[in-house]
């Protein structure tokens, strides 16, 4: 159980840590990107501004500060010397679309015939701003309104900083990650010791009391036979032999759920022929059901073979069909299906319901749960016997789900296939 709940106590920490690590990493790459965007369009657009040239020849007006950005909290500002720094290359037309001006000075990886083939499908495109490989582009019209230039920035040292931001944290996230995962293990124990403290209390409590019940129970049964031997049965006497009977099946199942409970205990296991186990068991339950009227329709694939504990298995069924013929009502009928898919097992157990119950189905393996109190009392059952039915099938590496259909209860067990005998 301690190292069931460690386990747990790691994965839900280091899910929790890996979210909040890709949420930074994120966020900080993110606006990284944004920030370097944002700083490639000012750029752009002051070049835009001065006409190609770096150099402010004039004073920008309050309108025009606007088209290339006045810088933010985090960008860094715009000055001659940095644009100083920028790789760029420009191309000047004029009215008449002819190339008047090639400007390549400011870069060394492109010469004047790819600037103007550059240029000439930027203008084809018909957007005044794009991208074309690595370089951004803005179209403007010419200082002396008789023509155009087209600009093209070269964005590939920021995004070489770009990527290797990126990389330095994804490291820097990973070295964390393993740290933490280190520090998470050798504080889970000490984290989850008081939980797991009163568990095993809990489980140790049952299991005494269940046993030292074992005996008072086996006096009232013999006391009971004595006196009804010698002054014969009335209503007390059978009243004190079914609740203490009652008692004794409360008492098995408590047992039960605590040894399911305990991980580390290991029952004998071999494969079992379900289809036959099956057979063997569903007869013991047609005469509680005829005497509601209930009708048992079974369709039951022969040759199924799953590997686990017979014992276990035998309990699972009879929880499931006494659960089914408790509370089927009268003249309903229970449908019992076994068939193999692929891999799987599945089986399927449904019974006719006046009035469903008005909680979800996964309520229902609740330890002590009752959807109606005066009914489980009148039916003998105890509220636990859905969850012993859940521990089996936890403990067989199964499942059991349980879904509403109109008037109808499904109860539906998945576990792994062995191989056919043959």
């Known amino acids: 159980m301690t190292r069931t709940l460690q386990k747990k106590f790691i994965t839900t920490a280091m899910l929790a840590i890996t979210v909040l690590i890709l949420v930074l990493l994120g ?25 190609g040239a770096p150099s402010m020849q004039r004073e920008m007006t309050e309108k025009e500060m606007p088209q290339r950005g006045r810088p933010g909290f985090l960008d860094q500002p715009i000055d001659e010397d940095t644009a ?11 009215s008449d679309g002819e190339v008047v001006q090639t400007d390549i000075s400011k870069i060394a990886s492109v010469t004047e015939e790819e600037a103007g083939k550059m240029a000439d499908k930027a203008r084809e495109n018909g957007d005044t701003e794009g991208r074309t490989e690595q370089f951004r582009y803005k179209i403007t019209e010419s200082r002396d309104g008789k023509g155009s230039v087209v600009i093209f920035l070269d964005t590939s040292s920021q ?47 049952v299991t005494d009391a269940g046993h030292e019940i074992k005996t008072p129970l086996a006096i009232i049964m013999a006391n009971t036979d004595a006196m009804e031997l ?13 609740q203490t009977i009652r008692l004794n099946g409360l008492m098995q199942n408590l047992l039960a759920l605590a040894k399911m409970d305990e991980g580390g205990v290991k029952l004998p296991s071999s494969d079992i022929l379900l289809s036959s186990l099956l057979e063997e068991i569903l007869p013991s339950f047609y005469e509680p059901a005829s005497l509601k009227e209930i009708i ?29 013929v408790k509370y089927t009502s009268r003249k309903g009928n229970i449908k019992v299906y076994l068939e193999r898919k692929e891999n799987t097992v599945a089986l399927n ?22 959807g109606d109190s005066a009914r489980t009392q009148k039916s003998g059952g105890y509220g636990i016997g859905l969850s012993v039915a859940r521990a089996i099938t936890e403990s067989q590496k199964g499942s059991i789900t349980a879904s509403y259909e109109e008037k109808q209860i499904i ?12």
Not at 163 to 168: F, Q, S
Request: aromatic letters at 8%.
């Open 84 to 94: 100083m720094s920028a790789r760029y290359f420009m191309v000047r037309y004029n």
């Open 349 to 370: 157990i449904k019974n006719t319901c006046d009035t469903l119950p008005e909680v979800e189905p996964e309520k229902l393996f609740d330890r002590f749960y009752r």
């Open 159 to 205: 995004m070489h900083s770009i990527l290797m931001v990126l990389g330095i944290s994804i490291f820097i996230g990973m070295l964390c990650w393993s740290l933490m995962l280190v520090l998470v293990i050798l504080l889970s124990k000490k984290a989850i010791l008081p939980i797991a403290e009163n568990i095993e209390k809990q489980k140790q409590f």
């Open 411 to 422: 109860f539906t067990v998945r576990l792994k296939v062995q191989n056919a005998w043959s």
């Open 27 to 51: 966020a900080i790459n993110g606006i990284y990107c944004w920030i370097s965007g944002q700083q490639m369009e000012r750029m752009l657009g002051m070049l835009a501004d001065n006409g």
């Open 296 to 324: 048992i329709q079974e369709n039951i694939q022969p040759d199924i073979i799953v590997h686990g504990n017979r014992d276990n298995m035998i309990r699972l069924i009879t929880i499931l069909m006494d659960n089914a």
């Open 230 to 242: 010698h002054n014969g049965e009335n209503k007390w006497s059978r009243n004190i032999r079914e």
